[in-house]
């Protein structure tokens, strides 16, 4: 498994694994055991988490299933989110939808993230989403403090742009470690608007969340034109998967992209895992862009 370097001292495998959907799985705490297990086997060794994951439940479904066997935390990197608040039964005090990235706020969200996990670090935490209502220095004051207390070992953000990004870290005592964003074939945002040229200006590895567009990357319209590259390509790679082609597709994007593979299914994460070894060439690339695009490059 390839490993990006993000710190000196800190290191994610390629491959992430996501735990959006782990309240769905319906897993017991032995079968999510089974599934952690078999991610490290692999050389998944990075699973990423939210606050809000599951109406607020999915980090103590994973911090249960980690309870017996508490060994594995040394296997792992932990990341978190946190500045969504929802309207939800397992937060009380939660009385509608919006953001909150005070310092307060912050520091009780990964209190609770720590609590629910049954680990006393995250590796790295990220803010959920930018807030209009953001004050830098509050963030940068939770930040510090957590880091001083042990609680945090690197901070990052996720959906930010790039003006976002650099206007956050400008407070801060040190940099920004990722952004996790949303990369796909299907979803070219963060390809074409400058958030990718950022993460390289920057020197850091972005996250891409819904790599395979939540499947509707083989049911919209755009998908006719996807599906008809993609199954070519994968017949020059020798695969009948084109969800390796898709994972491999954002694998050689220069920025050294971090897809995360949030299945429940050991198959799925395998064949994430299996894109490592497919090496896209520039015709190939361009030609699932242009296939998303609906034309050619100018």
């Known amino acids: 498994m390839q490993r990006i370097q993000l710190t000196e001292?800190?290191?994610f495998s390629r491959i992430v694994h996501g735990m959006w959907r782990l309240?769905?799985?319906?897993?017991t705490p032995e079968q999510t055991v089974e599934l952690i297990e078999h991610c490290l086997e692999q050389g998944i060794t990075t699973f990423d988490h939210a606050d809000i994951y599951g109406s607020y439940t999915c980090?103590?479904?994973f911090g249960d299933a980690l309870s017996l066997k508490p060994e594995l935390r040394e296997q792992m990197e932990l990341v978190s989110k946190c500045g969504i608040v929802l309207e939800s039964e397992n937060r009380p005090a939660h009385k509608s939808h919006h953001y909150n990235t005070s310092k307060e706020h912050i520091l009780l969200s990964v209190d609770n993230s720590l609590r629910?996990?049954?680990t006393d670090y995250l590796d790295t935490l990220l803010i959920h989403r930018p807030d209009p209502m953001m004050n830098?220095?509050?963030v940068a004051e939770a930040f510090s403090a957590l880091k001083k207390a042990g609680k945090v070992r690197t901070f990052g953000?996720?959906?930010f742009k790039s003006h976002q990004f650099s206007m956050l870290e400008s407070y801060l005592d040190e940099p920004l470690v990722t952004n996790q964003v949303e990369v796909s074939a299907a979803q070219l945002e963060n390809v074409q608007d400058g958030t990718l040229d950022h993460a390289l200006e920057k020197r850091i590895a972005p996250m891409a969340w819904s790599p395979l567009a939540?499947?509707?990357i083989f049911s919209d319209e755009k998908s006719v034109r996807l599906k008809d590259t993609l199954t070519q390509v994968a017949e020059e790679l020798g695969t009948e998967d084109l969800s390796e082609v898709l994972y491999a597709w954002i694998l050689r994007h220069p920025s050294q992209i971090m897809p995360i593979a949030g299945s429940g299914k050991k198959?799925?994460?395998n064949a994430a895992v299996r894109a490592l070894d497919y090496h896209l060439t520039l015709d190939q690339w361009f030609a699932i862009l242009h296939a998303s695009m609906g034309h050619d490059v100018p």
């Open 267 to 269: 198959e799925r994460i």
């Open 116 to 118: 629910d996990l049954q």
């Open 157 to 159: 953000v996720s959906n």
């Open 214 to 216: 939540g499947g509707a």
């Open 136 to 138: 830098p220095e509050e």
């Open 23 to 27: 309240n769905d799985w319906k897993y």
């Open 59 to 61: 980090e103590k479904i």
């Open 9 to 11: 001292e800190l290191s």
